[in-house]
């Protein structure tokens, strides 16, 4: 398999960072869940960690909290052995399977795991910081889906860690809550607080991450900022409208690596847009509504983890 290497994205492993993960492979039977990582994450950065399913995410999260054992290769952070991390506090996780007591109060569980912790800070904090100190009081099992996951967000925050994992954190969240969630992760990673979440909302990447990595098939295909991601999908998408066009003709032209044609509306996907133009103009005078625009994260996302393994 390829592996697509970004300028200014290879890191030396400190003594300071904040995740370090070395020849980290885990596997499952013949499935190479994680098939050699090598990732360093500076403090203070927040890292998006995007692939389709069955790319390894979730086994590399597990790993880096400790919750299962790599194969092969070597997992720090902080300097620490992720389960010392954990007793230690350092790292704050928020999962999507994480269970709550049901017939407990969302104050009860918040303060059950601070009283975990060897320093915790106090659990009416961390459900301000999250959002959710007007749920104090009401019984977990009375909870909606996007309050669940404020909640989890809140027990993640209590230990007061010095890394947030969080994983899909904005599921089942409207568009407001997930609006004021960020607003948070931005007012804690103002402290200096390192994040890396995984999630499938590539809106939340591009807004949100300082970094990107994207995974396939338990291996890490692309690491950098997203203009550097969007670069190594070359080309540019054409949208037009061409009354009497054929997707057959289309495919034909020019620079052309994919075509999509609905009805008259056309979107055209070139390495050469200047040649695909010119081409599409002299096949179809009558083409209107025109637009060129450079590739966006979703679709270098598509090109860089639906490659077929060379």
């Known amino acids: 398999m390829s592996t697509t290497t970004l300028p200014g994205t290879e890191r030396e492993i400190a003594a300071g960072a904040a995740i370090s993960l070395r020849g980290l492979r885990k596997h499952f039977g013949p499935v190479r869940a994680v098939d050699g990582v090598d990732l360093t994450v500076a403090p203070g950065e927040v890292l998006a960690l995007l692939g389709p399913n069955g790319a390894g995410k979730s086994t590399t999260v597990d790993l880096i909290l400790g919750l299962t054992r790599p194969d092969a290769g070597e997992v720090h ?23 709550l007591i049901e017939d407990a109060t969302v104050g009860e569980v918040v303060g059950m795991v601070a009283a975990l912790h060897r320093r915790p800070q106090a659990a009416a904090t961390a459900l301000a910081e999250a959002g959710v100190a007007d749920l104090v009081k009401r019984r977990c099992k009375k909870l909606s889906g996007g309050q669940r996951q404020r909640v989890r967000f809140a027990i993640a925050l209590v230990s007061d ?12 969240m409207d568009v407001e809550t997930r609006r004021h969630f960020w607003h948070n992760i931005r007012a804690l990673t103002a402290t200096g607080k390192t994040v890396l ?35 190594t999908a070359a080309g540019r998408t054409l949208r037009a409208v061409l009354p009497g066009s054929d997707h057959g003709s289309l495919v034909l032209l020019p620079g052309v690596t994919h075509a999509d044609l609905r009805g008259e509306h056309a979107t055209i996907a070139s390495t050469d ?13 009558g083409a209107r509504d025109i637009e060129i ?12 983890t639906s490659q077929e393994d060379k």
């Open 293 to 304: 625009t450079t590739v966006g994260l979703e679709d270098a996302f598509l090109a860089l």
């Open 77 to 99: 952070v902080f300097g620490r052995r992720p389960d010392q991390a954990v007793r230690d506090g350092v790292i704050g996780a928020m999962l999507q399977g994480g269970a």
């Open 197 to 231: 979440f995984a999630t499938h909302y590539l809106e939340e990447a591009e807004s949100y991450a300082d970094r990107v990595v994207l995974m396939r098939a338990g291996a890490v295909v692309a690491d950098g900022t997203v203009a550097q991601i969007r670069a």
């Open 273 to 285: 847009s200047d040649a695909t133009l010119r081409a599409l103009l002299n096949h179809y005078p």
């Open 161 to 172: 860690p010095d890394l947030l994992i969080l994983d899909e954190p904005t599921a089942a």
